[in-house]
């Protein structure tokens, strides 16, 4: 008796950890891609141009949320019903139909950016990892119980279910390892509206910085006004338009920003000669 009970609880253990994993992982891809999205959308100005980011935030979005939905369905089935064969298929099917294609589109879309939410992406691959364990466990707790199948072939549809749950693991795996070597962490500022500062440059300075040919003079440090921030959170604005549709309407606004400079007279000379 006791040896089937530490079994149990056991496997119990191993499937609330498995959800408990499973959820936090798909935190960590929400985070990592909300952030990245609103940091593109700040960086580059042709970001989304032609690839729609944000389609990819909703698709990992559903997968993940459908992902969690029929893990613990699985393991309701194996561990509260007793059904080991659901349990098995469910899983299984999760991994190698939600799972896989999630792991994928994440991995592309991490590796694609130099951001400085890298940390974030190392942690989720490490848990991965341990998930990858946890879910190889309670599939071998699922696989092993004896379950009383009327038809012989169910035994082989549970041998390759669990088959292709292994294999699913494996490319799992892989994609965390890869993600792992090819992250690139040499990015280490914070795209935010903070961050982002504003001032007064005239073309052929606005052309030297695209070119990244610009070098700071003496007076650099006077020409900023604030920040990007300043300009989102400014209460000065007027109604730009506004777009109606069926679900409501969307109203933009143009927003102001006012600044007083005050600049010594050297540095105006200096500024009227680099003209």
Known sequence: MEKPRFVFFSSLIIAILYAIFTITIFGLDIA???????????????FGKYISYNGIYTAVLVMG???IFLVIISVFFGIIN?????????SGTTLLFLSIPKEAITYKFMIC???SYYQIAQARACLTFIMVILIGLFHLFL???????KKNWFKFVKIFIFAISILSLIGIAILNIFLLLNLNTSFTKEINPKNIKMGFFNRTEIELIEDEQFVQDSIYPYRFIGTLNDILKSNDKKLAYSYCSKGGCTFYYWR???????LESQFISAYKKRQ
Do not use: H, Q, R
């Open 113 to 115: 950016f130099n951001y």
């Open 143 to 149: 696989f092993l119980n004896d379950e009383n199948l």
């Open 65 to 67: 949320i459908f992902n």
């Open 256 to 262: 102001f920003l006012y600044a007083e400079i005050e």
């Open 82 to 90: 007793k059904t080991f064969f659901y349990s098995l298929s469910i």
């Open 32 to 46: 990592v891609l909300a952030k990245t999205n609103y940091a593109g959308s700040i960086a580059m100005k042709s």
